[in-house]
């Protein structure tokens, strides 16, 4: 059974900054792909960034990038998500999830573990 479970959310500024963390457990966390997704209210949940088991194997939406940096600690079992120049459009619940696959994926169905969720709230 996967676990995640978020933290860093918050109430920000805008063009300010937050980092999310997210920590495994109860699964061999290095091998796989993890991601960040979010949803705003009255929205669908969309894709944000993701990362392969090697760090520097990044990808993400168009929207976040130049502004926020996905890596991970593979020996801390955590990934973060470092979000700069924080927009009110930003403002979401941000969710973690770990994929079942080594791939770079950046669809929902490739996820397969998802955490709670953290509210990032940024006011103009």
């Known amino acids: 059974q996967v676990q995640l479970v978020e933290s860093g959310g918050g109430l920000v500024q805008a063009g300010g900054s937050l980092r999310l963390s997210c920590a495994a457990s109860?699964?061999?966390?290095?091998?796989?792909?993890m991601g960040w997704f979010r949803q705003a209210e009255g929205k669908e949940r969309e894709f944000v960034a993701a990362?392969?088991?090697?760090?520097?194997?990044?990808y993400y939406a168009d929207s976040v990038k130049g502004r926020f940096t996905i890596s991970r600690d593979n020996a801390k079992n955590t990934v973060y998500l470092q979000m700069n120049s924080l927009k009110p459009e930003d403002s979401a619940v941000y969710f973690c999830?770990?994929?079942?696959?080594?791939?770079?994926?950046?669809?929902?169905?490739?996820?397969?573990?998802w955490g709670q969720g953290t509210q990032v709230t940024v006011s103009s």
């Open positions: 109860g699964w061999i966390f290095s091998r796989n792909t």
């Open positions: 990362t392969r088991r090697i760090g520097d194997n990044t």
């Open positions: 999830a770990a994929s079942r696959s080594r791939l770079m994926v950046t669809s929902e169905g490739d996820f397969g573990s």
